[in-house]
């Protein structure tokens, strides 16, 4: 009889640890069908913790309602990010392009082999292949039209849709700001009234710290990019604009960003104008890192 209970017992356990790794393994894979989901609700609430504390400044300062300071405030940030993106993105495109073709030209490829299967045919049937081939080339380019026309569209309408979630998100995690301490008082040990006030010096601490943060990182990465842009144009340095976007970006790399940054500047000198110029670049991004740091 207690052999019996014994090996009922085990087996109880052996089927609850089954169980539970089983809804283990489920919340991880569902919480991976959501990924990109959760990503959006972490992004919007990091910039609503950054915005925050200007949103209450405008309502002690100025009286303006909250909501009505998150809605502006947001609209400002809109309409400089729609400003910067009409102004940098012709030319960010075009010296992109050119950064591109200057990058192919490096490598010479008149030196190759003639490696052609044509080479090895008759004329004939060299002159019959090649006229499939334009055939072919030309009902390629059709399709691969459209469907750059469906790509270009499916990406404008994704990100459209996704930016007004952000932003949608942005104002409702500032403005129910307070209240998000009740929604996750409750895994708190201790009183309601001890694991409300508990959970409200947690997000405060968090929007302080956090949106600190954010928004010393983001003034950082503007006066990178800006100050960038300015000292290879100085320099002389071809295609400085797209080569300060990627310093911009990259900047919010901890260490070895600025370093990632400098590398095609580097090599872009030293094959387009000279090793001089090359050595002229390390030295300007050396010492913009020291004064950054």
Same mark, same amino acid.
């Not at 190759?112 to 045919?121: Q, T």
């Not at 334009?134 to 790509?151: D, E, K, V």
């Given at each position: 009889? @207690? ?34 989901? /959760? ?6 609430? $990091?910039?609503?913790?950054? =915005?925050?504390?200007?949103? /209450? @400044?405008? @309502? ?44 192919? @030209? ?63 998100? =942005? ?24 694991? $409300? ?32 842009? $300015? ?12 080569? %300060? ?23 872009? %000198? ?11 670049? $390390? ?11």
């Amino acid at each position: 009889m @207690k052999d019996t209970l014994n090996h009922q017992l085990f087996a109880q356990r052996v089927l609850l640890g089954i169980g539970l790794t089983l809804s283990v393994i489920g919340s991880l894979y569902g919480l991976y069908l959501i990924r990109e989901i /959760l990503l959006l609700f972490f992004v919007a609430f $990091i910039f609503a913790s950054a =915005m925050r504390p200007t949103v /209450l @400044k405008l @309502k002690r300062s100025f009286g303006i309602p909250q909501p009505i300071a998150v809605f502006g405030l947001q609209l400002a940030l809109f309409v400089v990010l729609a400003a910067f993106i009409a102004v940098v993105l012709p030319p960010l495109t075009r010296e992109s392009g050119q950064l591109v073709t200057a990058a192919t @030209k490096v490598i010479d490829v008149s030196t190759l082999p003639d490696l052609r299967f044509e080479s090895l045919v008759n004329q004939d049937v060299d002159q019959l292949s090649r006229t499939f081939d334009s055939i072919q080339a030309l009902f390629s380019r059709f399709g691969q039209s459209i469907t750059g026309l469906l790509g270009i569209f499916n990406s404008v309408m994704t990100t459209l849709i996704l930016t007004v979630t952000l932003f949608v998100l =942005m104002y409702y995690f500032i403005v129910s700001y307070d209240h998000l301490a009740r929604s996750f008082a409750w895994m708190l040990p201790g009183k309601k009234e001890e694991r $409300i006030a508990r959970a409200t010096r947690m997000l405060e601490n968090i929007s302080y710290q956090l949106g600190g943060w954010i928004r010393g990182r983001l003034i950082v990465m503007i006066l990178i990019g800006i100050i960038t842009y $300015i000292g290879l144009s100085l320099i002389g340095v071809p295609y400085a604009l797209p080569l %300060a976007i990627a310093a911009t970006l990259l900047e919010i790399v901890p260490n070895i960003g600025p370093i990632l940054s400098a590398v095609p500047a580097v090599i872009l %000198a030293f094959f387009v104008v000279s090793p001089v110029m090359a050595l002229v670049v $390390i030295i300007f991004y050396t010492l913009l890192q020291q004064v950054e740091s």
